[in-house]
């Protein structure tokens, strides 16, 4: 190769530079966009932690909205508080249930050590409205577990008035069988 003269060694130090600035580029592209991605990821997480800040107001609003739980005691006395409480809670609807009976033991719920007692409640006759109000009350009951049954059926010849099943059930610490 000859001399060669000044424009071809600048078109030389140009085509060196494209060609350093390409393989920057290409190894630079993928560490940028990890870098783009981390920093949204960052910026979507404060933004969450700003919104879990909450005033005391808020905090005590939201601690109304959670269920309250009692902890189970022993079968004898948990199938008398909870039928307590649920003939309580009847009344305070305005339905008048036949006798409430506990059904047989439930198994236990896998990997706990209570046992499921379940409180079935029958009524021949009540009104919608009654209905409602005692479904709103029943997250009240700090016993209940949960709901198990629920039936209604409508009177078909006073289509106000409803039977109402129920089966509710709550936790109780093994003790002495029922």
């Known amino acids: ?62 601690a109304e909205i959670v269920p309250v739980f009692e902890m189970p005691e ?18 305070k609807a305005g339905i008048k249930p036949e006798p409430l009976e506990y059904l047989s033991l439930a198994r236990s719920p896998e990997g706990t050590d209570y046992k499921l007692l379940r409180l079935r409640c029958r009524s021949e006759k009540c009104k919608f409205d009654q209905l409602l109000d005692l479904l709103a009350c029943l997250k009240e009951n700090s016993y209940l577990a949960g709901i198990e049954e629920f039936k209604i059926e409508c009177d078909p010849k006073k289509r106000e008035e409803f039977k109402l099943d129920m089966t509710l059930s709550t936790f109780a610490k093994p003790g002495e069988s029922l």
């Open 1 to 62: 190769m000859g001399r060669l003269s000044k424009r071809d060694i600048r078109a030389l130090k140009i085509g060196v530079l494209f060609v350093v600035g390409i393989l920057v580029f290409s190894l630079a592209a993928p560490w940028l966009d990890r870098w783009l991605a981390a920093k949204e990821s960052v910026e979507i997480n404060r933004k969450k932690l700003e919104s879990l800040v909450m005033s005391p107001a808020q905090r005590a609003g939201l």
């Open 74 to 91: 022993e079968q004898e006395t948990q199938k008398f508080v909870f039928r307590d409480k649920v003939s309580e809670q009847l009344k």
